[in-house]
């Protein structure tokens, strides 16, 4: 079973820059892609960013030019650097991993438990 875990979340005023990181942990045979999604309060979640196995990436237009996401490495450890923070930033932000974890098994989803990101003054 793969698990992955999040960090770098907190509190960062208007204008500042966070790093998310997510690290997985358990046997990855394949990724096929691998991103970030984010759910405010009252909102439904909503894609950020992915980058594929390929390293081909892909934002929501809300956070062009001001998010970039990479991968370590390693293909266990996936990051996500956020420049120029707006208060409609606020959320919690999950990762995932598109992964097979054995020969012949099929592509599966992996979540993170998420990290709370908050932007405010």
């Known amino acids: 079973q793969l698990q992955l875990v999040e960090s770098g979340g907190g509190l960062v005023q208007p204008g500042g820059s966070l790093r998310l990181s997510c690290a997985a942990s358990?046997?990855?045979?394949?990724?096929?892609?691998m991103g970030w999604y984010r759910q405010a309060p009252g909102k439904q979640r909503e894609a950020v960013a992915a980058?594929?196995?390929?390293?081909?990436?892909n934002y929501a237009d809300s956070v062009k030019g001001r998010f970039t996401i990479s991968r370590g490495t390693a293909k266990s450890t996936l990051y996500l650097q956020m420049n120029s923070l707006e208060p409609e930033d606020t959320a919690v932000y999950y990762c995932?991993?598109?992964?097979?974890?054995?020969?012949?098994?099929?592509?599966?989803?992996?979540w993170g438990q998420g990290t709370q990101v908050t932007v405010s003054s």
């Open positions: 995932y991993f598109d992964a097979t974890t054995a020969p012949g098994m099929g592509v599966m989803r992996y």
């Open positions: 980058i594929t196995s390929g390293g081909s990436t």
């Open positions: 358990g046997i990855i045979f394949s990724i096929n892609a």
